[in-house]
């Protein structure tokens, strides 16, 4: 992984990863991390803070803006047939309500994530490293037992990483 704050930039592995792999895949993860070093970029870098800050914020503004608060209070009391207040049913219909939203917000953010490590591969791949990456990778698909292959949607939604399988055919 990569340290990248301001002032301060340190790429940090495993010291099982050491022991169990072999120079040429260590030179090339470094030169994978030395990539996401190389091609940072601000901007995009802060969608992967899009989901978080959208979440306090929209926490913030439910803080101190009582009244859609107490509204929707009052709609869930009479949908309900309720005598009193049920936060914890307020809390569970409000993240029913946006988890859809948060679920494109985490799509967005995962395709930014996934563009970063594809730039990355390629400056594995530029030093010289492509092979040793791919063996890296074909290595921890197995020894991790990971789905190489998932199928686009869920990749597109859930995954902050491309699939083995699209990583190798780009390699």
């Known amino acids: 992984m990569v340290l990248n704050v301001p002032r301060r930039r340190e790429i940090a592995i495993a010291d099982n990863f050491l022991n169990e792999n072999s120079h040429g895949e260590l030179m090339a993860v470094v030169a994978h991390e030395i990539g996401h070093l190389k091609h940072r970029r601000n901007l995009a870098d802060l969608g992967s803070l899009l989901a978080p800050a959208l979440l306090f914020l929209l926490i913030w503004l439910l803080l101190t803006w009582p009244a859609p608060v107490a509204m929707m209070n009052n709609w869930i009391m009479q949908s309900f047939g309720l005598s009193t207040t049920s936060y914890y049913l307020d809390i569970l219909l409000v993240a029913l309500a946006f988890g859809p939203v948060l679920t494109l917000i985490n799509a967005v953010s995962n395709s930014l994530q996934r563009k970063n490590e594809y730039e990355a591969d390629r400056e594995a791949v530029r030093v010289g490293y492509g092979s040793d990456l791919a063996e890296m990778f074909k290595k921890a698909a197995r020894d991790e037992l990971i ?25």
């Open 147 to 171: 789905n190489v292959n998932p199928h686009h949607v869920i990749e597109t939604l859930e995954y902050g990483h491309p699939g083995t399988a699209n990583r190798l055919a780009a390699i």
